[in-house]
């Protein structure tokens, strides 16, 4: 198996394929062994694992993830690694490479045709320019197991934050209603070529079998966690006004109160079960007028 981790191999083969790095693809390509390892020990794959990974690049991940796994499944949107990809990991059987933007997949049909029988896990060093719409898209798949990519140290941060921290935003609540978030090391930017101007992070989300919150309607609890934090530094009572015109101000301070909360809160202050005990009550509310 060619290392390809070790920049004696991989300059010569990027030369030999005359392949440029595309900054707009997200393209910062691993040059230190022990992290695609890592990734892939951490995660957990084994023989009863099928992985999707998104964005092979040359193969690091790729190749640790076909070593341990029953079958993965890598999705790449940059053609011109065909023949690279071929050389690095042309020998794995198990292994099979989708040329199109993950985006753009259907990813519960993928995985569902792609992985009947095996332990479905999301695996990946994560193009960053799209990182929030990739694992959107993972997570309200509801189909994996387990989430394990690597993002940058700030994303990995927000991700995992606790209710009242600068970090906590309503994207670490939307991973969070999915998902058990564990960040599980840093990766330095010298570990990449080209070098990126971020500290990089892998993190886990392990996904929620079951939610040990009672949500009435995802759709309003979404909506209520968004307006909360859309007016950040304002009262909770505030957002929710704005966010929920029909309740108008005094409305929105009765919902609050009837949650027993303070009059003053804000709304970055309130964990995932108040979010749910506030988005039932403004339900309750709209079912009765
Ligand atoms: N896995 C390799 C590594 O660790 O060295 C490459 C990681 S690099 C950060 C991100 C990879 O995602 C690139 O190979 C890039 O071409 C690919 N990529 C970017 N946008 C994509 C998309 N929309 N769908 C699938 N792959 C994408």
Known sequence: MIDVCDIQVMKPLLQQHGFHFSKAKGQNFLTARWVPERIAEEAGVDASAGVLEIGPGIGPLTQQLALRASKVCAVEVDHRLKPLLAQTV?????????????????????VAEKFPGLRPMACANLPYYITSPILTAL??????????????????????AKPGSADYSAFSIFCQYYARPEILFDVPAGCFMPQPKVTSAVIQLKVRKERPWQIDDPEIFFRTV??????????????????????????????????????????EKLDIAQFAAVSNEILRRKRHV
């Open 90 to 110: 042309g020998e794995f059987s198990n292994l099979e490479i989708l040329w199109e933007d993950v985006l753009r997949l259907d990813v519960p049909a993928l």
């Open 139 to 160: 997570l309200e798949a509801e189909c994996f197991d387990s989430v394990t990519v690597m993002v940058q140290k700030e994303v990995a941060q927000r991700i995992a």
């Open 226 to 267: 968004r307006a909360s934090f859309a007016m950040r530094r304002k009262t909770l009572q505030n957002g929710l006004a704005s966010g929920f015109p029909e309740l108008g101000k005094t409305g929105a301070g009765e919902v609050i109160a009837a949650c027993g909360l303070e009059p003053g809160v804000r709304g």
